[in-house]
């Protein structure tokens, strides 16, 4: 797969590639989960570093990110700190960048947040101590966007942009995308008055120079011309490049299929009573029939596609036809294939997390989400789910998010992940009412 991304890359001109990245993630809140490769450091490292060796087959330079830490930011904010200590750092954030550095990977790219204080932009025992003295690294560090202008801006360890530009420049970043602001003439002044060494711009310049020698960006004969362009003159119509052939489709159906994982209902969706399994299973909730929920923030339809809105997504969804089917199945009274419903066989599994109508629990208290609070357009769903033709059906909360609410949290989590607990209990537990210590947060070892 990498390798087919590399060659499409390549023959668009593209010489680098901001990816993969190898951030573990371990909280389902943080926004960009659906980019990372799990929650476990050497699958996340296997995976990245074929990776890596895909795309600088086709003579790519793939880029790790995001070092170190971004996805482990407080309460799973981006931009977020990082509260972790070193050993933790070692043993998890850090073992799949060094897996795919020692597999020669050619540059690496700096993450935003700051651990303990400290900057990852600015940080020079992380960007020169260990990546290049420990660890031999020789490519080239590139910031993330506009990553050394936070350095002032967001973080505020530098007091102005040549500060920002002197504070990574020292710490080891090399290039400055997308756009040249802190490395213009704030550093230019920087360096006029004696605050930056010559040396470190110097330093700086070897390895961007050596590395697009390598690429024989500065051969005498090189055509900056896109291999995928050259002969066809300069008229270029639109769709002269087709990056989605049938070879392309064939491999994305294959890689698909190979990365499905079966579960096994051990009981805990309830969808099974007296032996028997619901006819049908309708999906309710905000993102139910939302085509662009299945999808990465960073996609093509959503990344890019959304500035072309005539160019189709490329994906059909399924629930125009069972929406035409489900009405005729209203009109009829009966489940779709001219079965009368039957209660006992059907079960809901609703957006809120009541089990189904007239399900009676302990103390009559239903079961809902941890910290769930029904948003407006659940209610909704909810309401239409107890009408009499969702009755009979099995219905699954299609949220996406381990909270109800934001659409932006849609791609946060999975809805396989979602907890289920009881809601609090109305009354103060046992120990509360007659230990002495009721007052405080927990049980004295007295009671």
């Not at 031999?136 to 102005?160: K, R």
């Not at 699954?396 to 381990?402: E, F, G, L, N, Q």
Request: net charge positive.
């Amino acid at each position: 797969m990498a390798s087919a991304i590399g060659a499409d890359l390549r023959s668009v001109g593209v010489h680098q590639g901001l990816a993969p990245v190898l951030d573990v993630v371990r909280d389902a809140r943080w926004g960009r989960v659906e980019e990372t490769a799990g929650e476990d450091p050497y699958l996340v490292g296997t995976i990245t570093t074929a990776y890596v060796e895909g795309l600088q087959s086709a003579g790519v330079v793939a880029t790790l990110k995001h070092l170190v830490g971004y996805s482990a930011s407080r309460a799973g904010r981006n931009l977020a700190p990082v509260s972790m200590g070193t050993r933790e750092r070692a043993d998890v954030m850090l073992p799949p960048f060094e897996m795919a550095v020692r597999a020669g990977a050619r540059s690496v790219m700096h993450a935003y947040t700051d651990t303990d204080g400290v900057p990852s932009a600015a940080d020079e025992s992380l960007l020169t101590g260990l990546l290049r003295d420990d660890w031999g690294f020789e490519g080239t560090v590139v910031a993330d966007y506009f990553g050394i202008g936070f350095l002032h801006l967001l973080h505020g360890v530098a007091g102005t942009w040549g500060e920002a530009a002197t504070a990574a420049l020292t710490a080891g970043v090399d290039v400055e995308p997308p756009t040249v602001k802190a490395y213009g003439e704030p550093l230019l002044e920087a360096v006029r008055s004696g605050a930056v060494d010559e040396v470190l711009v110097d330093r700086a310049l070897r390895r961007v120079l050596t590395q697009k020698a390598e690429l024989g960006l500065l051969d005498p004969d090189y055509d900056p011309t896109p291999p995928v362009l050259r002969g066809r003159g300069d008229a270029q119509p639109a769709g002269a490049v087709d990056l989605d052939g049938p070879v392309n489709r064939a491999l994305a159906r294959e890689v698909a299929e190979r990365s499905v994982v079966l579960l096994r209902n051990a009981g805990v969706l309830p969808l099974r009573r007296r032996g028997a399994v619901p006819r049908r299973l309708a999906v309710v909730g905000p993102n139910a029939d939302t085509v662009d929920a299945l999808l990465g923030c960073y996609s093509f339809p959503l990344h890019v596609g959304v500035q072309h809105p005539d160019v189709p997504v490329g994906i059909e969804p399924a629930h125009a036809a069972a929406g035409a089917a489900g009405r005729a199945a209203r009109g009829r009274g009966d489940d779709g294939a001219g079965h009368r419903g039957r209660r006992r066989r059907d079960r809901r599994h609703r957006g809120g997390g009541a089990g189904g109508r007239g399900r009676r629990r302990r103390r009559g208290r239903a079961r809902r989400p941890v910290g769930a609070v029904r948003a407006g357009h659940q209610r909704r769903g909810l309401r239409r789910s107890r009408s009499r033709a969702a009755g009979r059906a099995a219905a699954a909360c299609s949220t996406r998010s381990w909270r109800p609410a934001p659409r932006s949290w849609s791609c946060c989590s999975r809805a396989d992940r979602t907890a289920w607990a009881p809601r609090p209990p109305r009354r103060p537990p046992s120990w509360r009412r007659s230990c002495p210590a009721r007052r405080g947060p927990v049980p004295s070892p007295a009671c």
